[in-house]
């Protein structure tokens, strides 16, 4: 009947319960008979004989008494560490106001990233909350991600981000002619992912903004396409028509390597800028360094000294401030002296203009005003015309423009609401494009 298999999955949910229940008992039976006792080691019964003897000898106090007098009477607290809070003169004024929040809502509305945002600028107020046709952007191109890692820098980085879309150029060309602004400067993160490391998008967007608002001045603060397209690159944009050449040295020669990324050189950027020059004469080449990392004066001066000999007409002076813990330490503040004796060198040197102060970045707005006082003392000695170079510097007994300056939260708006009036009222017609 079960054919040679045990009879066990046959029997009844009750009769497998009473087979459990014998075992149990015959279990405990089994275990309830004398066991055999253990013989002691005889070091365990000494340490025994001696434990004993110390319990019947000792007296009211034990040496659990000794584990009670240590008690934590409350809990400590961790100590923080003391933050080193920033000197005065790098204090600024909190972003706001309805010229700011216009600005603002029109970038974020067409979807263009801006190192004012992406790098945490901290003139990002002043620069943003200036009026109608005097405020100034820096737009960014080619995306938010950079291929490098730059130690100092706060804008993301990745070895392959997302390609930029084909019609780019010319949205963002629209979008940034349709700003009430004069002064605009597009620049870009490192994309060694990209053929020509965005030459030409560059250039699409200088030529369609062009065509769009020939009246603007545009800058292109590019980086120095090594690895990718070269010195051809920079041709590419140098002669797409815009008006400022930038390309930014950073820091001294010898810092170069624990400071910019391993692909970024200094003799390679004094030839962005030299070649970029002699692709178009008329440009204005401009570079930045970035102090607060170590470099000595003397590595100061000769920077200073090669940028003038390649040619740069535009130089300016910065303190670095760490955008977080993950990124390079400052290792000196330099108070706002030292920048005001290193305007008065760049200038000895034969520098056109020479921006420097704890708060200058490259593209601080200040400086559009100046250099668009340099443009159009350029254009008119071109051109011959008389009128243009009255524009650019009157002759009604007034002081000439001023080409130099040493930019602080504090001067910086006064000195340009005083340019912008030297060439309203110089102007031969109509209203100052500035």
Request: proline share 5%.
């Amino acid at each position: 009947f079960f054919s040679g298999r045990r009879p066990w999955p046959m029997l009844s949910r009750s009769a497998r319960f009473v087979s459990r229940l014998s075992g149990r008992a015959a279990g405990r039976a089994f275990s309830s008979q004398a066991q055999p006792q253990q013989q002691v080691s005889p070091r365990l019964a000494a340490l025994r004989e001696q434990l004993a003897s110390d319990v019947a000898t000792e007296d009211e106090t034990s040496w659990t008494d000794s584990v009670s007098v240590a008690e934590r009477v409350g809990t400590k607290r961790a100590v923080k560490k003391q933050h080193t809070r920033h000197p005065d003169w790098l204090k600024v004024q909190r972003p706001g106001g309805d010229d700011y929040m216009r600005i603002r809502n029109g970038l974020r509305a067409s979807k263009l990233a801006t190192v004012c945002e992406e790098a945490r600028c901290p003139n990002i107020g002043e620069c943003w909350s200036s009026k109608k046709g005097a405020a100034t952007a820096t737009i960014m191109v080619l995306g938010d991600t950079c291929t490098r890692g730059c130690r100092f820098c706060n804008v993301k980085t990745s070895r392959a981000p997302a390609l930029p879309a084909d019609d780019e150029p010319e949205k963002t060309a629209e979008a940034i002619a349709s700003w009430e602004v004069d002064y605009v400067v597009i620049t870009s993160v490192d994309r060694d992912d990209i053929p020509d490391g965005g030459a030409s998008h560059y250039a699409r967007v200088v030529r369609r903004v062009k065509e769009l608002k020939p009246s603007m001045r545009l800058e292109c603060l590019t980086p120095d396409f090594n690895g990718t397209s070269g010195l051809d690159g920079v041709a590419t944009v140098a002669s797409a028509g815009l008006d400022v050449y930038a390309h930014n040295i950073e820091t001294v020669e010898r810092l170069q390597g624990s400071v910019r990324d391993r692909r970024a050189g200094y003799r390679e950027s004094i030839g962005v800028l030299e070649h970029a020059r002699s692709v178009n004469p008329s440009l204005v080449t401009k570079t930045s360094i970035i102090l607060g990392f170590g470099e000595r004066d003397d590595e100061i001066r000769q920077t200073m000294r090669d940028m003038r000999d390649a040619g740069v007409e535009i130089f300016t002076l910065g303190q670095y401030l760490r955008p977080s813990r993950r990124h390079m330490k400052v290792a000196r503040m330099l108070p706002p002296e030292e920048y005001d004796y290193w305007q008065r060198e760049g200038m000895a040197m034969g520098f056109k203009y020479v921006a420097s102060g704890p708060l200058v970045r490259s593209s601080y707005k200040a400086g559009e005003v100046f250099m668009e006082a340099i443009l159009r003392e350029r254009e008119a000695a071109q051109h011959g015309s008389r009128s243009g170079a009255e524009a650019a510097s009157p002759s009604d007994g007034a002081s000439s423009l001023p080409l130099s300056g040493v930019w602080t939260p504090q001067q910086g708006e006064e000195r340009a609401a005083r340019v912008l009036a030297s060439l309203a009222d110089s102007r031969p017609e109509g209203a100052c494009p500035l």
